[in-house]
Every structure is written in structure tokens, then in C-alpha cells.
């Protein structure tokens, strides 16, 4: 398998190539050269797979300088750490269902790409030869931070230092990531939103003049975001995984199409369901759910991507976000592959602040797509009265997902089964969820973790309560500006 550049699609790589460099020379987004297909058979076959066996089949399609029995042991030892079922599938109603995505270490769907990660970079890079350091910035709007961090602490060859928006994440959030421990991590506040990190990160990566700096001391830069195809190929397994499991529960026939409702902000989550999708996975629609940060489902309604608009902090903060790195990847798609079409909506992105896809493209974007946005408003109603009529607790984000869907059944007369993609625990927002159920918060973090659990019976896990006991290693806040040097400065502590 050889992958492409999102602007040049010229270029040939291997996946060893795009997982260890993760973002391409041109600043463009590895694609693979062409979908590998997954089959009818394979997806019955499937069915008599745990979930790390699933994992790896998808992956096999991708990796192909790693064997099936390689990958199946990434995938069992990724997933041995998850709490039971990695992807369990609960059905609320008739046609509705929840995929949950949080059962691993730190309870957010991140979990199920960046447990992998570390394992599957270092094995490709032991089949490279690759001696230097993996170098891993990365830029978090809440959960990629933390999971990165417990993925990579303490992995050979490797260094994680994290970015994070001051004061635009959880208290539990936060605490997950300045109380990491391991001798190969960093966490750093930067000011701003999320995007002013994420925009610094990708210019870090840009910058010729450090890399060269970084190379001279043993050090390679490479990516943990969404934008890493490593990430990416794990995610699009959980689709595959949660059609198999409608399939063995009899609640479908091999070949009926499924909708999808995401959450997602970056447009990594809902891409990897597309991917399926393109891999021959019988899908249906899928549902792009955004908060007030709806830049997503305005593209989605005028096919224009404008960044002219207020940032606004939710109670979903890993979906504030307002540019959506991911959606370049589908961009390539819808231009026919043409990254020179590619090159120039990226441009005018950086230089206009938005670009226009036209007519004809949005038209058969939205053949797959739908879009729409919940307010905080109505993700705090639907979030109480998913729990009311189903007795079931979901977080602010999955809330946010459960209102777009209901909007979705309500606008498109569709008879497919849709899933609900569930991304973090609600233990993770417990003030956001209490409200949302008709509790008073208590200001204290872990006593609104004590309240969520005697008035809703949700466990919360022991390791969430002993964060706040846990000193806290990190505090330093800086500018975007500075996020070089400060990439420099943790490189250098890594060799000495």
C-alpha cells in the first residue's frame, strides 16, 4: 500500500513513511493511493473476531510492511489496558443505537487510536531502520493530549510534548494531563483557543530551519493529531466493528445500510467512518454534529468555509474547534483527487480565511453528508432527557450528537438503523452533566464527582478521584509564538 499527499498527488511514500513523518513535505495529508477494499466475506468473517482480531483485519489493509499476526498483537496488547468490550454497542430503541468509544485509560474515544500508535510507529520504525528519536508535538482540544501522554509515557525512542488551550479544557481534562507521569512527556498551556495551538504546532512542523536543528541532535518530528494516518486507521476499524455487532445481534442483514451520527470538531472521527464507507462498508448518511462552533455545518449547508466568525467556548470543549484539519482529506476526495484544487482552497484558507468548494461539489458531498449544530441550550436538554427516557448517561459532546440525530430523523426520511458515536465518559464533565440531569454542581471537582455518582448510580473510576490527589508536574504558559522554542527546549532534554 503507497500513500499520496493531499497537495501533491504525485508523491509515493510507504505507510512507514506517512505514520513516521505524519504530516507530507508540501504540508498536505497522507491519503492512501487507493481505498483498500474490504470485502463481504471479510465483514462476516468478522463476526467470529474479538475486537483486536477486527482491529487488525482493517489495519492489514493499510500496513502492509507489517504482518496480519504482527498487527493482531499491537492490537491485543493496545487494547488489553480497555475496561472489557474496547467498542460495545448499547441499544437504546428500535433503529437507535450508542457506539461507546471510552472504555480506555482516559475514558475518551482518543484512546482507541492512541493506544495503537506508540506500538505501531515502533514497530514500523524498527521495519525502517530508523534510529532517531520520534519527536511527537501535539496540539489537544481536550482528550488527544492526555491520550497521547498515556500512550507514548515511557516508550523508547519517543518524546510527547502537548499543547493544550489555557483554560479550554475540563478541570478533569486538565488534571489528566498535568499530573502525566513518565520522562518522556510535556505539557504546555498555550494562550489562545485550541486553533492558535494547533496553527503553531503545524508551522513547527513547517519550519525547515528546526527541523534541521532537531535532525543535528538525533531528533524527527512526527505527528500524534488526527492528521497522522496511524491515527486514522484504528478509527476506521470501531465502524466496521459496530456494523458486525448489528449484523451478530440480528438487528440487521449483511448488506442493509447504517447511519452514523459523530460528534467531532477536528473531522477526524466522522472521515474515518467515511473511509469505511469508501472500503465497501454498506453505509448510509453520516451526520456531521457540531456545537456553536459550527463552522462544519455552515460548509455543509452553503459549501463556503469561513473562519469569519466568533470563537465561543462550549460545554463540549473538545469540539471547539474551527479549523477542521481532517476535512482536507475529504476535500481530495470531492476534487477528484486534484491537489492542486486542494492547494489553492488551503491557500485562500490561510490568506482569505475561508475558500468555496461550489455547487457541484457540495452537491455530492451532501449525498453522504448531513450536518447540523446544537447549542449548550439544547445539548444540557437533550442530554437530561436522553437519561430521562432511556435511563441512559451520556457527556456533553455524545449530548450534542443525540440532538443533531433527532434533528436528522426529524428532516430526512430515512429507514436505516442510525448509531450514536459516544466519545467521552460523562465522569469527564460531571458539573456539565449533573446540571444537565437537574443537579446542583458543587464547585469542588471531586465532590461533583461523588454527586454524579449517588444521584445517577454512573461509577465513576477509582483513577478519576485520585487525580485530584496527584501533584500537579506542569504549569508553564506560553504564547503561541513561543511553541517552537519550546519544542526545541524538550527535544534537547530528551538527549542528554
Given at each position: 500500500?503507497?500513500?499520496?499527499?493531499?497537495?501533491?498527488?504525485?508523491?509515493?511514500?510507504?505507510?512507514?513513511?506517512?505514520?513516521?513523518?505524519?504530516?507530507?513535505?508540501?504540508g498536505?495529508?497522507?491519503?492512501?493511493?487507493?481505498?483498500?477494499?474490504?470485502?463481504?466475506?471479510?465483514?462476516?468473517?468478522?463476526?467470529?473476531?474479538?475486537y483486536?482480531?477486527?482491529?487488525?483485519?482493517v489495519?492489514?489493509?493499510?500496513?502492509?510492511?507489517?504482518?496480519?499476526?504482527?498487527?493482531?498483537?499491537?492490537?491485543?496488547r493496545?487494547?488489553?489496558?480497555?475496561?472489557?468490550?474496547?467498542?460495545?454497542e448499547?441499544?437504546l430503541?428500535?433503529?437507535?443505537?450508542?457506539?461507546?468509544?471510552?472504555?480506555?485509560?482516559?475514558?475518551?474515544?482518543?484512546?482507541?487510536?492512541?493506544?495503537?500508535?506508540?506500538?505501531?510507529?515502533?514497530?514500523?520504525?524498527?521495519?525502517a531502520?530508523?534510529?532517531?528519536?520520534?519527536?511527537?508535538?501535539?496540539?489537544?482540544?481536550?482528550?488527544?493530549?492526555?491520550?497521547?501522554?498515556?500512550?507514548?509515557?515511557d516508550?523508547?525512542?519517543?518524546?510527547?510534548?502537548?499543547?493544550?488551550?489555557?483554560g479550554?479544557?475540563?478541570h478533569?481534562?486538565?488534571k489528566?494531563?498535568v499530573?502525566?507521569?513518565?520522562?518522556?512527556?510535556?505539557?504546555?498551556?498555550?494562550?489562545?483557543?485550541?486553533?492558535?495551538?494547533?496553527?503553531?504546532?503545524?508551522?513547527?512542523?513547517?519550519?525547515?530551519?528546526?527541523?534541521?536543528?532537531?535532525?543535528?541532535?538525533?531528533?524527527?518530528?512526527t505527528?500524534?493529531n488526527?492528521i497522522?494516518?496511524?491515527?486514522?486507521?484504528?478509527?476506521?476499524?470501531?465502524?466496521?466493528?459496530?456494523?458486525?455487532?448489528?449484523?451478530?445481534?440480528?438487528?440487521?442483514?449483511?448488506?442493509?445500510?447504517?447511519?452514523?451520527?459523530?460528534?467531532?470538531g477536528?473531522?477526524?472521527?466522522?472521515?474515518?467512518?467515511?473511509?469505511?464507507?469508501r472500503?465497501?462498508?454498506?453505509?448510509?448518511?453520516?451526520?456531521c454534529?457540531s456545537?456553536?462552533?459550527?463552522?462544519?455545518?455552515?460548509?455543509?449547508?452553503?459549501?463556503?468555509?469561513?473562519?469569519?466568525?466568533?470563537?465561543?467556548?462550549?460545554?463540549?470543549?473538545?469540539?471547539?474547534?474551527?479549523?477542521?484539519s481532517?476535512?482536507?482529506?475529504?476535500?481530495?476526495?470531492f476534487?477528484?483527487?486534484?491537489?492542486?484544487?486542494?492547494?489553492e482552497?488551503?491557500?485562500?484558507?490561510?490568506?482569505?480565511?475561508?475558500?468555496?468548494?461550489?455547487?457541484?461539489?457540495?452537491?455530492?458531498?451532501?449525498?453522504?453528508?448531513?450536518?447540523?449544530?446544537?447549542?449548550?441550550?439544547?445539548c444540557?436538554?437533550?442530554?437530561?432527557?436522553?437519561?430521562?427516557?432511556?435511563?441512559?448517561?451520556?457527556?456533553?459532546?455524545?449530548?450534542?450528537?443525540?440532538?443533531?440525530?433527532?434533528?436528522?430523523?426529524?428532516?430526512?426520511?430515512?429507514?436505516?438503523?442510525?448509531?450514536?458515536?459516544?466519545?467521552?465518559?460523562?465522569?469527564?464533565?460531571?458539573?456539565?452533566?449533573?446540571?444537565?440531569?437537574?443537579?446542583?454542581a458543587?464547585s469542588?471537582?471531586?465532590?461533583a464527582?461523588?454527586?454524579?455518582?449517588?444521584?445517577?448510580?454512573?461509577?465513576v473510576?477509582?483513577?478519576?478521584y485520585a487525580?485530584?490527589g496527584?501533584?500537579?508536574?506542569?504549569?508553564?504558559?506560553?504564547?503561541?509564538?513561543?511553541?517552537?522554542?519550546?519544542?526545541?527546549?524538550?527535544?534537547?532534554?530528551?538527549?542528554?
Amino acid at each position: 500500500m503507497k500513500f499520496t499527499s493531499t497537495r501533491n498527488n504525485k508523491l509515493r511514500v510507504s505507510g512507514s513513511t506517512a505514520v513516521l513523518t505524519g504530516l507530507a513535505p508540501d504540508g498536505g495529508l497522507y491519503v492512501p493511493v487507493e481505498f483498500p477494499p474490504v470485502t463481504e466475506a471479510e465483514i462476516s468473517a468478522m463476526a467470529e473476531m474479538d475486537y483486536p482480531e477486527r482491529s487488525a483485519l482493517v489495519m492489514s489493509k493499510f500496513f502492509d510492511e507489517l504482518s496480519l499476526s504482527e498487527l493482531t498483537d499491537i492490537a491485543r496488547r493496545a487494547y488489553s489496558t480497555f475496561d472489557g468490550d474496547p467498542a460495545p454497542e448499547v441499544k437504546l430503541d428500535e433503529g437507535l443505537y450508542v457506539l461507546e468509544l471510552w472504555h480506555g485509560k482516559t475514558h475518551a474515544f482518543k484512546d482507541m487510536a492512541l493506544s495503537v500508535l506508540p506500538l505501531l510507529m515502533t514497530a514500523l520504525k524498527e521495519k525502517a531502520g530508523q534510529k532517531e528519536i520520534c519527536l511527537i508535538p501535539v496540539a489537544t482540544s481536550g482528550d488527544t493530549g492526555k491520550a497521547a501522554l498515556e500512550g507514548f509515557s515511557d516508550v523508547g525512542g519517543t518524546g510527547v510534548i502537548v499543547f493544550y488551550p489555557d483554560g479550554g479544557v475540563s478541570h478533569t481534562q486538565r488534571k489528566q494531563m498535568v499530573t502525566t507521569l513518565g520522562g518522556n512527556v510535556r505539557v504546555v498551556a498555550v494562550k489562545g483557543n485550541f486553533d492558535d495551538a494547533q496553527s503553531a504546532v503545524k508551522s513547527a512542523f513547517g519550519d525547515k530551519a528546526l527541523q534541521k536543528r532537531l535532525a543535528e541532535i538525533g531528533c524527527k518530528m512526527t505527528g500524534a493529531n488526527s492528521i497522522n494516518l496511524g491515527r486514522l486507521a484504528p478509527q476506521v476499524a470501531y465502524y466496521f466493528s459496530a456494523y458486525v455487532d448489528l449484523l451478530t445481534s440480528e438487528q440487521i442483514q449483511l448488506g442493509d445500510k447504517v447511519d452514523f451520527c459523530v460528534p467531532t470538531g477536528n473531522f477526524g472521527n466522522i472521515l474515518a467512518a467515511y473511509y469505511a464507507k469508501r472500503m465497501g462498508l454498506p453505509v448510509g448518511k453520516l451526520v456531521c454534529a457540531s456545537n456553536d462552533n459550527k463552522v462544519l455545518t455552515d460548509f455543509l449547508e452553503s459549501g463556503v468555509y469561513s473562519l469569519d466568525r466568533e470563537f465561543i467556548k462550549t460545554t463540549s470543549p473538545s469540539m471547539d474547534i474551527l479549523i477542521s484539519s481532517n476535512l482536507e482529506r475529504l476535500l481530495f476526495e470531492f476534487a477528484a483527487r486534484d491537489s492542486e484544487t486542494v492547494k489553492e482552497w488551503m491557500a485562500s484558507l490561510k490568506t482569505e480565511g475561508s475558500y468555496d468548494v461550489g455547487a457541484e461539489r457540495l452537491f455530492e458531498i451532501r449525498e453522504d453528508f448531513y450536518g447540523d449544530f446544537a447549542t449548550c441550550a439544547e445539548c444540557a436538554e437533550t442530554l437530561g432527557g436522553i437519561y430521562e427516557e432511556y435511563g441512559y448517561l451520556c457527556d456533553p459532546h455524545t449530548a450534542v450528537a443525540f440532538d443533531v440525530c433527532a434533528k436528522y430523523k426529524s428532516e430526512v426520511d430515512s429507514s436505516s438503523p442510525i448509531v450514536v458515536v459516544s466519545t467521552a465518559s460523562p465522569v469527564k464533565f460531571a458539573s456539565t452533566v449533573l446540571e444537565s440531569v437537574g443537579e446542583k454542581a458543587p464547585s469542588d471537582d471531586v465532590k461533583a464527582l461523588e454527586a454524579l455518582e449517588k444521584s445517577t448510580a454512573f461509577p465513576v473510576p477509582k483513577s478519576v478521584y485520585a487525580l485530584f490527589g496527584m501533584e500537579e508536574r506542569f504549569n508553564k504558559v506560553i504564547e503561541p509564538t513561543d511553541l517552537a522554542r519550546e519544542v526545541e527546549d524538550f527535544a534537547a532534554s530528551l538527549v542528554k
